[in-house]
């Protein structure tokens, strides 16, 4: 019955582990909400395009023309979300 128990317990584990980076929430990456809030410095809701080049090389300004769906110059949480999903 042992083997049994210890055999459910690490499926189960192997489970949680596997959804939580489907999620984007891996060991090694910041949750999008996360990066979006440590990349507005100016606190208003939205990443210019100068807040959104400090987040690294992958944040190029084709980058950001690319998310910036409505044309505004600026992106918001929804837009920026659109690069984490692209890259899963």
């Known amino acids: 019955m042992k083997p049994l128990t ?3 317990t690490l499926l189960a ?3 949680c582990i596997g959804t939580a980076e489907a999620k984007g929430h ?3 990456r910041k949750p999008p909400v996360d990066e979006f809030k440590k990349l507005d410095k100016d606190h208003n ?3 210019s395009p100068e807040e959104f ?3 690294g090389k992958k944040n ?3 980058e950001f023309a690319k ?3 409505n044309g505004d110059g600026k ?3 929804y837009e920026f979300s659109l690069m984490h999903k692209k890259h899963r």
């Open 6 to 8: 210890l055999l459910t």
């Open 13 to 15: 584990c192997t489970i």
């Open 26 to 28: 891996s060991r090694n």
């Open 45 to 47: 809701g939205t990443l």
């Open 53 to 55: 080049a400090a987040g």
């Open 60 to 62: 190029t300004p084709a």
């Open 67 to 69: 998310l910036d769906k």
């Open 75 to 77: 992106l918001d949480r």
